[in-house]
T-cell receptor, first 117, second 116 residues
Framework: GAGVSQSPSNKVTEKGKDVELRCDPI?????LYWYRQSLGQGLEFLIY????????KSGLPSDRFSAERTGGSVSTLTIQRTQQEDSAVYLC???????????????FGEGSRLTVL | AQKVTQAQTEISVVEKEDVTLDCVYE???????LFWYKQPPSGELVFLIR??????QNEISGRYSWNFQKSTSSFNFTITASQVVDSAVYFC?????????????FGTGTRLLVSP
């Protein structure tokens, strides 16, 4: 597709279960980002990928959260032993890294809404 | 640490009114980028503008205009003659210029409701 694709769009799970969220970035975009949007909060940075490597994982809230990216394309965000406070919308974005003259635009997907009961 | 404050949680206006969305930021960096994104009900954020800290010129794009004032650390966004389609949540964001990637720090957003 032309845009960033995320799946599932909605996920309801029970506390303690593991979940996987998928992001398919725009073709050719080497940079990929995960953000979390909680109710009433702004967007919180989670992790950044350049190619397959993750030079910045500083935003991951705990060791229950992990992410990987394979082939410089699709990324998966995994949350183990989910807790109710993990309920949020998880947004993925991709971009061409900022270059001189680049708009620096991030292209966002529509997000995966996670509800932990 | 970087911080972005959008004090207006929600604004309601009637179509054709002008509306200004406030954004105040904090950073110790001397070089940085400021952004505005729009989040319509569908959920995806749409890029509106990026401004670097060296450029304090105001910008106008159609009905949208932005006022960047370094002296007050503000980057306000004005919609002229608002339309129903402008209803969305608007986010202001900040990032360092020299990290090589867009680690954006977002405000909590302002929900704009434009009624007919």
């Amino acid at each position: 597709g032309a845009g960033v694709s995320q799946s599932p769009s909605n996920k309801v799970t029970e506390k303690g279960k593991d979940v996987e969220l998928r992001c398919d970035p725009i073709s050719g975009h080497t940079a990929l980002y995960w953000y979390r949007q909680s109710l009433g909060q702004g967007l919180e940075f989670l992790i950044y990928f350049q190619g397959n490597s993750a030079p910045d994982k500083s935003g991951l809230p705990s060791d229950r959260f992990s992410a990987e990216r394979t082939g410089g394309s699709v990324s998966t965000l995994t949350i183990q032993r989910t807790q109710q406070e993990d309920s949020a919308v998880y947004l993925c974005a991709s971009s061409i890294p900022a270059l001189a003259g680049d708009t620096g635009e991030l292209f966002f997907g529509e997000g995966s809404r996670l509800t932990v009961l | 640490a970087q911080k972005v404050t959008q004090a207006q949680t929600e604004i309601s206006v009637v179509e054709k009114e002008d509306v200004t969305l406030d954004c105040v930021y904090e950073t110790r960096d001397t070089t940085y980028y400021l952004f505005w994104y729009k989040q319509p009900p569908s959920g995806e954020l749409v890029f509106l503008i990026r401004r670097n800290s060296f450029d304090e010129q105001n910008e106008i794009s159609g009905r949208y205009s932005w006022n960047f004032q370094k002296s007050t650390s503000s980057f306000n966004f004005t919609i002229t003659a608002s339309q129903v389609v402008d209803s969305a949540v608007y986010f202001c964001a900040l990032t360092e210029m020299n990290t090589g990637f867009q680690k954006l720090v977002f405000g909590t957003g302002t929900r704009l409701l434009v009624s007919p």
